[in-house]
């Protein structure tokens, strides 16, 4: 790992830069304007957003957004979802991005947050613990393939009793 990797928040001049990242690593623009709709959303989780640095350009970005899981009484539970978390190509295969997923679930913990969502590959994030999320009955609001719709419990047993179907900002929808 090159030792000018810096792990920082997101600053306002890091928009376009990011929106760049974001738009090699997943080769369309969905991520890029599904992070600006969120950074102008309550949704939006500034503390767990972070870029990744190396000679002061950004090569990665995660950003959190909160949730809910609403289940069929219509109760809702709160959550945080990992939506997206992407690196440039060229810095890929690096370990940055796992930098940033094992900082930001640390930060997340001690900001009090008690479960994460991700819909990501499903051979990736069971490295930092998150598991299926279809056991825990819990849904994605669309069709997804249920091996890449995971979870992450923050506090051991909180989704024992959360059943339901998660309810994203409608900044997803607008894509």
Same mark, same amino acid.
Request: include cysteine; charge should be negative.
């Given at each position: 790992?090159?030792?000018?990797?810096?792990? $920082?928040?997101?600053?306002?001049?890091?928009?376009?830069?990011? =929106?760049?990242?974001?738009? $090699?690593?997943?080769?369309?623009?969905?991520? !890029? $304007?599904?992070?600006?709709?969120?950074?102008?959303?309550? !949704?939006? @989780?500034?503390?767990?957003?972070?870029?990744? &640095?190396?000679?002061?350009?950004?090569?990665? =970005? @995660?950003?959190? %957004?909160?949730? $809910?899981? @609403?289940?069929? &009484?219509?109760?809702?539970?709160?959550?945080?979802?990992?939506?997206?978390? +992407?690196?440039?190509?060229?810095?890929?295969?690096?370990? @940055? /991005? =796992?930098?940033?997923?094992? %900082?930001?679930? +640390?930060?997340?913990?001690?900001?009090? *947050?008690?479960? #994460? #969502?991700?819909?990501?590959? +499903?051979? *990736? *994030?069971?490295?930092? /613990?998150?598991? &299926?999320?279809?056991?825990?009955? #819990?849904?994605?609001?669309?069709?997804?393939?249920? &091996?890449?719709?995971?979870?992450?419990?923050?506090?051991?047993?909180?989704?024992?009793? #959360?059943?339901?179907?998660?309810? *994203?900002?409608?900044?997803?929808?607008?894509?």
């Amino acid at each position: 790992m090159d030792h000018s990797l810096i792990i $920082r928040n997101e600053k306002d001049g890091d928009f376009e830069a990011v =929106s760049d990242v974001l738009v $090699r690593a997943f080769e369309q623009e969905d991520e !890029s $304007r599904l992070v600006k709709l969120l950074r102008q959303s309550d !949704s939006f @989780i500034p503390e767990l957003t972070m870029v990744a &640095e190396v000679n002061q350009n950004i090569v990665g =970005s @995660i950003v959190y %957004s909160k949730i $809910r899981i @609403i289940n069929d &009484e219509g109760n809702a539970f709160q959550s945080i979802a990992l939506v997206p978390m +992407a690196v440039d190509p060229a810095f890929q295969k690096k370990g @940055i /991005g =796992s930098i940033l997923v094992k %900082s930001t679930i +640390a930060k997340a913990k001690e900001l009090g *947050y008690e479960s #994460i #969502i991700v819909l990501g590959h +499903a051979a *990736y *994030y069971p490295k930092f /613990g998150f598991t &299926e999320a279809r056991p825990y009955c #819990i849904k994605a609001p669309f069709d997804v393939p249920s &091996e890449a719709f995971m979870v992450l419990e923050l506090k051991e047993g909180i989704l024992e009793d #959360i059943k339901g179907t998660v309810k *994203y900002n409608q900044a997803f929808s607008m894509l």
